[in-house]
């Protein structure tokens, strides 16, 4: 298990981490800009080539007792891991993080005057040109702890548009994030402007005070988002017909989703044999990927490896990636990729099924929904013995599969238990044709699954085919095929 000793202040470097050059705040002037300069500001003045931006992270726990303590609330300590996971993931150079003990929201300052000082402190004993506040802050806020500070102030919600900014790829992954940071940015124009107070001349020479610099930039930022949404849709229906394409070969759509840095891309490699991007680091993979992965029985399915969940992800990204979440909601089975060796497994399990839920996926749907504990490999003996006890408990659809994607464990279970339950819902053929009949072979590729293929000594082919359950009586009306029992059916 991970966890972080409690302690005041926990000084910390990541100056052997690749540096890079901060970009100034967004511009509005309708050019596209790279993913970086339009998230969330990081301030360029405190990032010169080779020397990291330094900042402070600070975790605010507010402090509840009775029956709020659950199962699905995190540890002060495992949110310190997170927060400084999420700074270290764009290469700041985290000099210092605390933990802020709250027993209320302060409205103008979200802490309290003597934590503010207390912080102040750590900000200028360590020459932090930045500050992060894993909560979410409103602008007046952010505005009144950069004032007592002296240095620029984020929360969560912006420091997750920056790694998202900084890993979109795609063109779809630039635009969603864009949209999402224009619709967080137009929110604080009155924070993070300082000509705002300038206004336009009106039509003609005695015309009246005109229209004001933020009325000016509020109308950019909409015109520019407008734009985006139409951009999007375009997408969404490029991906519609992408989907559709893929159910006319028609193999199954299996999709990984899990919470961030639980090992989603590592499996994803281990069963594709692909080279996703994968390492110890939060939203290392952004963008989808989708790749042909050939089952224990010889079935092909198409795995997707999505962007990793997180709490409190900000709204703003979930409606943003909408379009890359149907990739999900259209799956014929989703894998829930769980890291079993974490403190927070169940918390982080929760804020996954949350996620789900908003998609209008039903958690407790095992019937398309499988468990994967990823990382056993982590586990002490009485940590996986517990686990194993654990996993036995579960009957049916409900039981886990415990595997590490790292090691290989568990893989043909895994394997298996998709078989199988892709299995349920598709139909086996046996169907015959003349050796002449090659548009009927030709037909019967691009429309089933060809689970087997013999020749007779006669000349004629043997096949078995899956499809599912609406096409298996056009293939008998046709052919004349016969129903076999599913491979793998229970």
Known sequence: ??????CPAIPCSSSSRTRRRRRPDLELK?????????????PAEHATEGDATRVVVIVPHHARRGAEEDATRRTPEARLDEAVGLALAIDL??????????????PATYLGTGKVEEVGEQVSANEAGLVFVDAPLSPVQQRNLEKAWSAKVIDRTA??????GQRARTKEGVLQVELAHLNYQRSRLVRSWTHLERQRGGFGFLGGPGETQIEADRRLIGERIVKIERELEQVKRTRALHRASRKKVPYPIVALVGYTNAGKSTLFNRLTRAEVRAQDLLFATLDPTLRAVQLSGGERVILSDTVGFISDLPTQL??????????????????????????????QAHDVEQVLSDLDIDPADHHRLIEVWNKIDQLDEDGRTRL???????????????????????????????STRLGRDRVMLSVELEAPDGEGLSWLYRHSEVMDRREGEDGR??????VPE?????????????????????
Do not use: C, W, Y
């Open 1 to 6: 298990m991970r966890s972080r000793p409690s």
């Open 30 to 42: 309708g050019s596209r800009r790279s993913p970086a300069g339009r998230t969330a500001g990081l």
């Open 93 to 106: 150079d985290v000099v210092a993080a605390l933990t802020v003990s709250l027993s209320q929201v302060r």
């Open 159 to 164: 420091l997750i548009l920056e790694i998202f």
């Open 318 to 347: 979930v409606a943003a990636f909408r379009a890359t979440l149907e990739e999900v909601i259209e799956a014929d089975l989703i894998l829930h990729v769980r890291d079993v060796s974490h403190e927070d497994a169940e918390a």
């Open 388 to 418: 194993f006890n654990t996993v036995s408990r579960r009957e049916g659809e409900a039981r886990p599969i415990p595997v590490s994607a790292l090691t290989g464990e568990g893989m043909d279970t895994l394997l298996a238990t998709i």
């Open 461 to 466: 082919l043997h096949l078995v085919v899956r």
């Open 470 to 490: 609406d096409r298996a009586e056009h293939i008998e009306r046709r052919f004349g095929a016969r129903r076999m029992k599913a491979r793998g059916a229970a």
